[in-house]
């Protein structure tokens, strides 16, 4: 029995599971579709935002609470600079749509690594294998960033324009599905599979791979797992950034507590998936994503506690997390 | 031994200030302060076995506090103003929150520590919007307001002269707002006692060792998950004693004043500030931060009007900016002073 389950994918069938269990008990196949393509694109972005976070741990065992805070700059950033284009956007050429919808992103994701940079110099460098300062220092570190959002942007909810081409839905059947959702979908696993290749076909996935899994070993090898490490927290953030954009567009409005809220979603994801692998995560936030949804569909009541109660279930079943990286020490 | 001294006489002093509190300050936003100053001595004391004493690290501290005030709040909104709710409200409040402490402590004290940080984040934050959500019983983001026992009435008389009329002993009269003050310090008093007791006992010893080097605490043959999760649920219960006796002080109970996460994050401040792993500390710091948050914030208004012709430094100096401030000073404490103000004072004074 065991045997075929794990034949058959195991654990990475979860998402599947869930779906169709949810298709049983919503009955209409229209608003199973929609409700699950909604699910995945949230579980695509949310995916964006946990995997820096997920892979630093790993690498570094640094976690760092003021993740977050490059997911609001990532969504500052992209809302002005769509805002500052809003000609572009309401302009009927596709191509300056897209034009402007990159140079968001672009500049979002900019933002990330700068920040990253900075963030990690200044506030991680001095606390490395300190876990009690580090869950300190990020903590204080996050509530500086969120002020200073919140001085830049101020506290008015911020309209988030989308790009024309991304308005609007298409029909399958009688299923209505956002064009922005297939979207963030293909964005997200396109993301994915840049971030699996790197991890597994080049030299420097190995080292980090190498990395995370014997970190002393790696080093007495001769490799600077410091300057690695820089480079892994940027993308890290980078993609947080890029995630928090995208997220803007999705929700269309956003305040300066989107960080804080989001803190919450990606650390239930890291956790459901198991900190420092990529896959785990991928899998914990189409988990979070599609349930969100359909729980929110099924019964309203219970959407607000579901993530918790789904954490709880996994970890009582999993203490490590569903797919957590091989540790070697 | 002179640091230890120093440090002990400010605390003691500190407590000598809030027992005369009403009599040395007769303003009403100064009571105000010291009634706040006691509460969060405790809050935060508790929380320091956690973080100082034990090595937990937990971001769910005020949702154990809220589920104090919470109880005795919906006790009293419901059963009407009398003792038996607020014994009810607070019975119920710190079962509540022994229950989900041992669930918790039991499911992810086992693992690592930033897991337990990341779920007890996650935890609070659900009861955060399930308390707002629940607005038929908790009055949502609005809160609620009771009346409390009639003892507490400003209008009881608790002494009287012999024309029948309110005495005043030191010009203060002896009402119900006197009495409400006591019962709040007594309350936190006597909390405070009782974790400097477990501190120093055998247990309080355990959970050094267990901070110290946690597998050798093991290897003795202390059950270390065990250890956790039993600090985990006094401080839980304690933190919900001192929410429910706010309570009873405010008459009011909302998500602001009981919830919220910027009380978590004065909380983390104060035991930073005071000095973790020194019950002594978390008296300095709770009085520093609450004073800080009352008076500092007037301060930083005259600041901003007084450099108003000067660019960006009003500003900076605008009262609103000043959880930034508190943020930036609490990152540098955290580098420079990690021992927080009675850490350091005792490490430099002991060596001299």
Known sequence: MSDLFGKLGGIYLLPVALALIAFVLIGAPSSWLTLTVAGLAMGMLIFLMASGLSLVFGLMDVLNFGHSAFVSFGAFVAASTLAALSGWLGAPSILLNIAALVLALAAAIAAGLLA???????????????????????????????????????????????????????????????????????????????????????????????????????????????????????????????????????????TPALGAEMLVIVFIVVIIGGLGSIQGTLLGALIVGLSANYVGFLAPKLALASNMILMMIILLWRPNGLAPAAKGH | MRGTLTVKGAA??????????????????????????????????????????????????????????????????????????????????????????????????RVKAIFFAMITLAAASVVLVLATQFSQ???????????????????????????????????????????????VFVISAVLFWAMLRITGSPLGTVLKAIRENEARAEGIGYRVVAYRTAVFCI??????????????????????????????????????????????????????????????????????????????????????????????????????????????????????
């Open chain 2, 12 to 109: 003691l002093l500190i407590w000598a200030l809030l027992l005369f509190a009403p009599f040395l300050f007769q303003d009403v936003r100064q009571i105000e302060v010291a009634a706040r100053i006691a509460i969060f001595i405790v809050l935060v004391a508790s929380y320091d076995l956690l973080i100082g004493y034990t090595g937990i690290v937990s971001f769910a501290h005020t949702m154990f506090f809220g589920m104090g005030a919470y109880g005795v709040a919906i006790a009293l909104k419901q059963m009407g103003p009398g003792w038996t709710p607020v014994l009810l409200g607070s019975a119920a409040g710190v079962a509540v929150a022994l229950v989900l402490a041992v669930g918790i402590g039991l499911l992810s004290l």
């Open chain 1, 116 to 254: 990253g940079w900075l963030f990690e110099r200044i506030i991680i460098k001095p606390v490395y294998h300190d876990h009690l300062r580090q869950i300190l220092i990020t903590m204080g570190a996050l509530i500086v960033a969120e002020q200073l959002i919140l001085a830049t942007w101020g506290g008015t909810p911020t309209n988030v324009p989308r790009p024309a081409f991304l308005e609007g839905s298409i029909i399958i059947g009688d299923a209505a599905v956002e064009i922005y959702r297939l979207f963030a979908l293909v964005l997200g696993a396109v993301v994915y599979l840049g971030l699996y290749l790197l991890l597994n076909r080049t030299r420097i996935g190995l080292l980090i791979r190498a990395g995370v899994e014997n970190r002393e070993m790696v080093e007495s090898l001769g490799f600077k797992i410091d300057r690695l490490f820089i480079g892994v927290f940027m993308l890290g953030s980078g993609l947080a950034a890029l995630g928090g954009a995208m997220w803007a567009g999705y929700v269309t409005l956003i």
């Open chain 2, 137 to 183: 019983f908790t009055g949502g983001d609005d809160g609620m307001t009771y009346r409390t026992p009639d003892l507490f009435k400003p209008a009881t008389k608790l002494l009287v002269d012999a024309e029948g009329k309110v005495l005043s002993i030191a010009g203060v009269k002896m009402n119900g707002k006197i009495a409400a003050y006591y019962f």
């Open chain 2, 235 to 352: 401080a839980a219960g304690t933190a919900a004693l001192a929410g429910a006796t706010y309570a009873v002080w405010l008459k009011y109970t909302g998500p602001q004043t009981a919830l919220s996460f910027s009380i978590m994050i004065d909380i983390l401040l104060m035991v930073v500030i005071g000095g973790m792993g020194t019950m002594w500390g978390a008296v300095i710091g709770a009085t520093l931060m609450v004073l800080a948050q009352y008076y500092l914030r007037d301060l930083m208004e005259v600041a901003a009007g007084a450099t108003a012709n000067i660019p960006l430094l009003p500003e900076l100096l605008n009262p609103e900016r000043w959880l930034l401030w508190l943020g930036v000073i609490f990152i540098l404490l955290v580098y420079f002073f990690p021992s927080g103000i009675a850490g350091t004072i005792i490490q430099k004074g002991d060596k001299a």
